[in-house]
């Protein structure tokens, strides 16, 4: 049998099921957008908080449409200077959320003085209007949008934005990638500041913000805070993986049987020396997930009470057992 035409369906199946997962990501923070964050200016950063801005000083064009005309001149110069990292997904990915979150506040509202105002009240007829909870707003839109872009990035993808702004300040004025996206969205929360909290905008007279319109700047670091924390759960998943290092004095056999044949794990002796005693002794290392820990804490002091035992977190871990190995160009969350 030809092994290509075998594993082709195989590829064909997992490829439909990743462009799923984008459609549906972008989909979903699309929704956070539409309904939770822009009708209530809200500003969590990034390129269509920035629309959001940008739609109170002309409220005739929707936060999608701006969303379009920062996001394609930055993917476009991106594409140039950093090549195959950006390729078909994001793109895809980049060109579908602006479309969507226009579609879906579009379909919210009931005539087009409505849609340039975002007014909640007559969002779906005032059915999900939040105006007087606004922290719930900001949590569901958070929510929505960390898991949105999660899964834009598990599968490869980006939706643009700020992660080129980063990216070019990282390149050219040697800066971290999470610093270049701290002061890319602080510059546009400020922004939202100014325009929205201080009155510059259109819709900074809205009763839902009346009196404390300023007091948005800090449901829009909640949002950014939350939205970063969901994000970074959809990526790694509801677990770390845990690297315990052991040291007993005796008790190497045991422990060592244990982990192999109990667990069905292996582990590394590493060669140290005590500091106090200035004895040789030998480490284990090893790599557990995280429900195993309490297995292992509680075998540890049943065979060496006095034994020394440091749990940490392991960010990623590839090898036997564990994650594959990433391709060389693959798309890498940054947490």
């Known amino acids: 049998m030809n092994l290509k035409a075998l594993l082709e369906p195989v590829g064909t199946f ?88 226009n579609l879906l506040s579009w379909i919210a509202f009931p005539n087009q003085e409505a849609l340039e105002a975002l007014d909640p009240k007559q969002l779906f007829g005032g059915v999900i209007d939040l105006s007087n909870d606004l922290m719930l707003a900001s949590l569901l839109g958070a929510v929505l949008i960390g898991l949105g872009v999660g899964l834009v990035l598990r599968n490869q993808a980006t939706t643009g934005g700020t992660d080129i702004i980063a990216m070019y300040l990282q390149k050219f004025a040697k800066m971290k990638f999470s610093t270049g996206i701290l002061l890319a969205d602080s510059c546009v929360v400020l922004s939202g500041l100014l325009v929205i909290g201080f009155g510059v905008g259109s819709g900074a007279d809205r009763e839902a913000v009346e009196g404390g319109s300023w007091l948005l700047s800090f449901y829009s670091l909640i949002t950014i805070y939350v939205s970063s924390r969901v994000l970074a759960y959809v990526i790694d998943g509801a677990s770390y993986d845990k690297l315990l290092f052991i040291i007993s004095e005796n008790h190497h056999a045991e422990l060592r049987d244990f982990i192999i044949e109990d667990m069905d794990r292996s582990g590394t002796y590493i060669k140290g020396k005590g500091m106090y005693t200035d004895q040789d002794r030998e480490m284990i290392f090893v790599v557990v997930s995280r429900k195993e820990v309490h297995l292992v804490q509680n075998k540890v002091r049943e065979i060496d009470p006095k034994a020394f035992m440091v749990v940490t977190d392991a960010y990623e871990t590839f090898g036997e057992g564990f994650k594959q190995f990433p391709d060389k160009d693959t798309i890498q969350a940054v947490g």
């Not at 462009?19 to 390129?47: K, Q, T």
């Open 14 to 101: 997992a490829w439909w099921r990743s462009m799923f997962a984008i459609v549906l990501g972008c989909l979903i923070m699309a929704v956070g957008y539409s309904y939770f964050v822009s009708p209530y200016n809200i500003v969590p950063g990034g390129v269509y908080g920035m629309g959001i801005v940008l739609h109170n000083v002309f409220p005739s064009i929707q936060v999608g449409t701006f969303g379009y005309m920062i996001d394609v001149p930055l993917l476009a110069s991106a594409i140039i200077v950093f090549g195959r990292q950006f390729g078909g997904r994001t793109l895809f990915a980049a060109c579908l959320t602006p479309g969507l979150i």
